[in-house]
């Protein structure tokens, strides 16, 4: 029998997943992602639990494939030019924890590496063509043609939250860059859309009642709280209009929405796909949207299909 482990590094956490040849997964674990001294620790922890697993479960290296890693940054070429989150500067990933572990490696951005997870097992399932959008702090972003990553010259297609979708905004996005569709379309971005339209005026709103988070926003919603309401259009507006835009460029067949915003469930795709079909190409007209199904799996779901 054949296996390769997916790997999916994050700032806080490293989730590790060992998978079947087949795609099932055999064993799922995570350990702590320690930062400090630029990061110098997390590669040789990854590869130090690898073989503590193969030695568990009585595994000899030929056994395995190779190893699939998602990071937290654009990569090219198994490269990384700085991660903010681990503390990175540059980093040859690929050749690092291959000279570590002595397996093949495979290194992609997280976010388009969840995206081919959720093509694989999850909302894209039967798809080849699809983009995802993760909603949470901030908004990221994979792009899969014809069951490939689009990864771009510099490691960073797919960076769907800072298409510009408000050139008016004089707000600063975490980017350095204005009107970035994460300003609008994150969790903070919602909190933002939120706090402005309460300061409008003073309708009544159950939002008033309670701390204001993109949760909140979406039970209000539920409750057809008017307010909420609105601030749900706006937030629609700004993301279907973008997707639209994307759409035109790439053509998916489906468009799955992902992150800790997506489990307000389906009344958040309504808004979204309502300005998506406003706004889209006549030939994006049989584009499906639907929700991501992974969640903390989609990391190395994907990172085991970069293998397999």
Known sequence: MNYCFGVDIGGTTVKLGLFEFNGTIVDKWEIKTYT????????PDV???????MEEHQMKKEQILGIGVGVPAPVADGIVNGSANLGW???????????????????????????LGEMWKGGGQGNKDLIMVTLGTGVGGGIIVDG???GGFHGAGGEIGHLCVNYEETEVCGC????????YAS???????????????????????????????????????????????????????????????????????????????EVLLQYIEKYFRERMFFANAKVQFALAKLGNEAGICGAAKLIL
Not at 36 to 43: H, S
Not at 47 to 53: D, L, R
Not at 176 to 183: A, V
């Open 148 to 150: 490939r990553i689009l």
């Open 187 to 265: 969790a903070t971005g919602v909190v933002r859309l939120a706090k402005r339209r309460l300061a409008k005026n003073d309708d009544e709103t159950i939002l008033r009642e309670e701390e204001i988070t993109a949760k909140a926003v979406f039970d209000a919603v539920k409750a057809n709280d008017a307010v909420a309401m609105e601030i749900a259009e706006e937030f629609g507006r700004y993301l279907g209009y973008a997707l639209a835009n994307l759409a035109t460029a790439v053509d998916p067949s489906v468009i799955v929405i992902g992150g800790g915003v997506s489990k307000a469930g």
């Open 89 to 115: 500067k540059y980093k040859n990933v690929k050749a690092e924890l291959e000279e570590l572990t002595g397996i093949k490696v495979k290194v992609g951005n997280d976010a388009n590496v969840a995206a």
């Open 47 to 53: 590869a130090k639990s690898i073989a503590s697993k």
């Open 176 to 183: 350095g860059g204005r009107g970035c569709l994460e300003q």
């Open 36 to 43: 400090e001294n630029e990061g110098a620790a997390i590669l």
